[in-house]
Structure formats: C-alpha cells, structure tokens
C-alpha cells in the first residue's frame, strides 16, 4: 500500500447499475445494511440469504429484491457486476471474494478490508446529484459525521432540480450560446425562479421558469452591476458581491479597490483599471460611462467595482443615468461605506444616546463657499460629522466650523487606510485638524470623524493628531491586526 500521505489509495468513482444484478451473500443484520445502501440505487438485487433474518426477510419482501434461499454457491454470482460478502463467517466470505474475484467481479466483503476490491462510501442521495463520503476505513463514525453535515447543507429540493436540469440540458446546449451565457444561464436555473418554484413543491412552475431563463438567456444581454468593494478588506466584501464577481465577464475597478479584492473575480474575467486616483492619469467620468454603455451594448456582464458604498461619492448617479438612458439593465450593490469602516476601526459611536443622533456624510469640499452648507449647522447641533477627501480641505473644514461656532475643543479623530492591516489612527481636536493638510506620509485614503460621539471612541490605539505633525513619516505603522 502506497505510504504517500496525500494520496488516496481507493479513488472513488460512480459505477452505472441501472438495472444490473448487485449479489450480496448473508443473512443478517450486516447484509441488511449492504441492501439498504445498494437500495438507494436501480440495481436488481440478488440476496442470497440461506437463513434470513426477519428484518432482511421483511425488507426483501418490501423492496422486491430477488431472494435466494439456498446455501452459497459460486453459481450465484452469475452475471453480478459488483458482490458483497457479509455473511459474518471468515472463511465463507473469503471463498465468495475468491469466487468473485476469480470472475472478474468487484468485491467488498463486509470488515475485511483485504478481501476488498472496493469500500462502499457514506452517502448523501439527491438523486441525480449524489455525494460520496469514503475514509478508506479510516472511521466510519468520521464518515457519518461528515455525511450528516453535508446532508444538511444539501436542501431535498436539489434532486428533483437536478433532474429537471438533466432534462433540459440537451435544450439549453441547443438554445443557450456556449460560454458566458450558458454558464448564467445553469447559475440563474440553480439559484434563481426554477430552483425556488422547485423549493416550493412546484414542478411546473419550476419548468415554466427555466423554459423562459433559456429564452432570455439565449438573447444576449447585458447587464451591469454597480457594486461596493468596501474600505479595502477583502472579508468586508458582501456575499452578493462575490458572487457577482464570480459571474463576471468584465471586472471595471477605481484605483482605491484593492488588488486582493479585483483579484476575488472569475479567473477568465477582463479587469479595467480606470483610475480616479489623484495625480494618476485616468479615464474621464464621460469615458467610464461610455465604457460601460459599450460594454453593456456587446452583452457582457459587467462589475463596477467602487470603493465603499457605490452611491456614497461614488458618481454612480452619473453612471446609471447613462446606463438609463442606454436602456441598458443595472443593479446597485452596497459596500461598506469608509466611514463605517473608520468608526469601527475607532470603536467610534456614531450616533451616542444622549450626545449625538444624526450622522453627516460630506466632502468638506462645498466649505469654500461662501455660505454655510446646511452640514454645518447640524455639526453645531451635535451631529457626527464624516468627512470624506477631507485631507486637503482639513484647515478649510476646522476654520469654517470655528467660525460658525463649533468648538475648537470637539473631539476629532483621523483613520488612514480604515479596514486594512496597514491603518492608522489619530485623534485630537478640531483645532488640531489643519495639520492634518501636512502631513506627507499619510498615502492612503483619510477618513475624518469630527463630533462628539468622537469621545466614545476607544482611543487606546490612536496617536495624538497635533504632535505627530512634525514627526517623520518612518513612524511605525499602526498594525494591530
Ligand atoms: N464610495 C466610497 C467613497 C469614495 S470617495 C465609500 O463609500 O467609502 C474617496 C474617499 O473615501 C477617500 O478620500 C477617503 O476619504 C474615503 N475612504 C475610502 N476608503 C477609505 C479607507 N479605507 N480608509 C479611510 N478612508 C477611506
């Protein structure tokens, strides 16, 4: 027997019985669960049972299983494609692995692994679909074990379901293009209207959706999905998101969605980069919107990859007025938005009983003019405020708010880089909020949380904003994670 740990030595396999004669020799409670098991299957059983016990009796008689009720004889493995031994006597079941073996025949015999040709596995029968559990006797308690989970993870509904998709697989290679749109086509069949009006009992319905998948499947449509990639950490990524990737033929990605995340996509996917990082040459808005107007007109399914939360500073609203306009079909799907990720990383209330109840999201960037943005009125009657882009705008945002009548004393705290193992944290005040527009080192996108919610923050990790303004950037990042 082969030592090498990471192979198998009984590789499994699924034999055709429809219809075959399977032998087991025995009388007992071991050639009972023998017939069970092969019960699951279309083959003809042949029990050969001298003696029966009443429980196998009672089964034969139940499942019409050919019963023969003679001693063992060789003869009585005539025509079997696969024999079992278990008939709890040594020497009688190794003269049946002999006679089977002799005829070319497969044998288990029931415990004795060296008169085996084969194991039977642990199973879970979703007829067609079928999975296979072996240990290679390793324990069959392991095996159960493992059975039992999958047995649960496997909704009933998925035999029937893959029946109906056994049925229709010749109309959908017919009708359905190869490719793309036939590999949606079995994943809307398998997650969508056919797998849930299955679900519900309803074998017609089921086949009714299915029919109309295949005909719109069979046009080519397109199909863009605006879709939040979250502040970066490839875990806070939603499983709708995922399985959009996963289903993608063209992957278009802003500059702040980490490579890890662009890389979660189908393996085959195209990947755009259109940039949008500052200083970095990059496609205009007009020209990402032609894109995916062009990219959805050649029926592809496109993922817009945002930072965050797409309709968060995302200029989705542009992109789906030209995907309207188009009439071309589109789904928006939410992302963490940074600031979430920026409070939690900061153990940040955003609203706190008593203190604050409502919750800004803004740029800063409309402070220049010269009237006061309605945000500003609510930061001075206690809102927490979120500034995103705000680090070049910091001493605008602080003198402004001053001006207005905040205190320079509200508490403010600083992430860079929210979500991710490289963050950093900052806190202070609003008075110490201008140093933040010196700071060179701080590379990675910013996230500024002004309020006084800020002061339910749990601080621990975070440095002072002031004084680090004339420390060097060789400063050890904040790496807690
Ligand atoms: N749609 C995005 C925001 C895009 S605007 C969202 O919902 O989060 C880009 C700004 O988002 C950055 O300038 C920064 O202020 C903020 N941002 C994005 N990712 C961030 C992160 N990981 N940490 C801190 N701020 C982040």
Same mark, same amino acid.
């Given at each position: 027997m082969s030592k090498n740990a990471t192979k198998l030595n009984a590789f499994p396999i699924f034999m +055709?019985?429809? $219809?075959?004669?399977? &032998?087991?020799?025995?009388?007992?409670?071991?050639? @009972? #669960?023998? %017939?069970? !098991?092969?019960?699951?299957?279309?083959?003809?059983?042949?029990?050969?049972?001298?003696?029966?016990?009443?429980?196998?009796?009672?089964?034969? +008689?139940?499942? $019409?299983?050919?019963? &023969?009720?003679?001693?063992?004889?060789?003869?009585? @493995? #005539?025509? %079997?494609? !696969?024999?079992?031994?278990?008939?709890?006597?040594?020497?009688?079941?190794?003269?049946?692995?002999?006679d089977a073996r002799a005829a070319g025949i497969p044998v288990n015999a029931v415990d004795r692994p060296e008169l085996c040709d084969f194991f039977t596995p642990a199973l879970v029968n979703r007829a067609p679909l079928a999975v296979a559990i072996g240990t290679e006797g390793a324990g069959p308690v392991l095996a159960q074990m493992v059975r039992a989970r999958i047995d649960r993870l496997l909704s009933p509904s998925l035999g029937p379901l893959a029946q109906l998709a056994n049925s229709l697989r010749d109309a959908a290679e017919r009708v359905v293009p190869r490719g793309s749109a036939r590999r949606r086509f079995w994943n809307e069949f398998f997650t969508g209207a056919p797998a849930r009006a299955i679900e519900a009992g309803d074998a017609l319905a089921a086949r009714r959706a299915a029919t109309q998948l295949m005909t719109h499947a069979a046009a080519v449509h397109?199909?863009?999905?605006?879709?939040?990639?979250?502040?970066?950490?490839?875990?806070?990524?939603?499983?709708?998101?995922?399985r959009l990737l996963m289903e993608a033929d063209v992957i278009v990605f802003d500059a702040l969605v980490p490579e890890a995340v662009v890389a979660m996509g189908r393996r085959d996917a195209e990947r755009l980069p259109v940039g949008k990082r500052k200083g970095c040459h990059s496609k205009s808005q007009a020209e990402i919107n032609a894109l995916l107007v062009a990219l959805g007109r050649d029926g592809k399914r496109v993922v817009r990859l945002k930072s965050g939360d797409p309709l968060v500073f995302g200029r989705a609203g542009e992109e789906m007025a030209a995907l309207r306009d188009a009439r071309i079909p589109y789904e928006v799907v939410p992302g963490v938005t940074a600031a979430?990720?920026?409070?939690?990383?900061?153990?940040?209330?955003?609203?706190?009983?008593?203190?604050?109840?409502?919750?800004?999201?803004?740029?800063?960037?409309?402070?220049?003019?010269?009237?006061?943005?309605?945000?500003?009125?609510?930061?001075?009657?206690?809102?927490?405020?979120?500034?995103?882009?705000?680090?070049?705008?910091?001493?605008?945002?602080?003198?402004?708010?001053?001006?207005?009548?905040?205190?320079p004393d509200t508490a403010v705290a600083v992430v860079e880089n929210a979500s991710l193992t490289g963050r950093r944290r900052f806190h202070g005040t609003l008075a110490d909020l201008p140093s933040l527009e010196d700071r060179t080192d701080l590379t990675g996108p910013v996230m500024t949380i002004i309020g006084d919610a800020v002061a339910g923050a749990n601080l621990e990790r975070s440095r002072p904003l002031a004084t680090q303004r004339l420390v060097a950037a060789s400063e050890p990042q904040d790496t807690d994670a």
């Open positions: +055709r019985v429809a $219809g075959e004669a399977v &032998v087991i020799v025995g009388d007992g409670e071991e050639a @009972l #669960a023998k %017939a069970r !098991l092969l019960g699951q299957s279309s083959a003809t059983l042949r029990i050969v049972a001298p003696a029966p016990e009443p429980d196998l009796r009672d089964w034969m +008689r139940e499942h $019409g299983a050919t019963h &023969v009720a003679e001693a063992y004889d060789a003869a009585h @493995l #005539a025509g %079997a494609v !696969l024999v079992f031994a278990a008939t709890a006597d040594e020497a009688l079941d190794r003269k049946i692995s002999d397109g199909h863009i999905a605006l879709v939040g990639a979250g502040p970066g950490a490839e875990d806070l990524l939603t499983l709708r998101a995922q979430f990720a920026a409070a939690a990383d900061l153990e940040l209330p955003l609203t706190l009983r008593g203190v604050s109840s409502s919750i800004v999201f803004t740029t800063g960037h409309d402070l220049k003019g010269a009237t006061l943005p309605d945000w500003a009125k609510l930061a001075i009657s206690g809102a927490t405020v979120a500034v995103y882009m705000g680090r070049s705008v910091a001493a605008d945002v602080a003198s402004r708010l001053i001006a207005a009548g905040l205190s």
